[in-house]
């Protein structure tokens, strides 16, 4: 279990086939108010460990996101 205060990025990277994350949010979903950054964005120089140089599987929404230098600021 992980507590994510509202408003701070976060992202989830699954090693095995049949992980499965859930999610308890403190309010009603709200995609409006919604916004993505690159899982890859280099500023950020997350080392996410890819395996057989294999990209992940992404949403769209993710594979959509921008990088963190382009994000709308609140």
């Known amino acids: 279990m992980l507590w994510i205060p509202p408003g701070c ?13 859930l999610y308890k949010a403190s309010d009603y979903y709200a995609p409006q108010w919604e916004r993505t950054i690159k899982w890859d964005d280099p500023t950020i ?4 460990p890819i395996i ?4 992940p599987t992404l949403s769209q929404k993710d594979a959509d996101g921008k990088l963190l230098s382009d ?3 609140f």
């Open 45 to 48: 120089g997350i080392e996410w």
């Open 9 to 21: 990025a976060h992202g989830f990277y699954t090693l095995t086939p049949w992980a499965e994350i």
């Open 52 to 55: 057989n140089n294999q990209a």
């Open 71 to 73: 994000a709308e600021l």
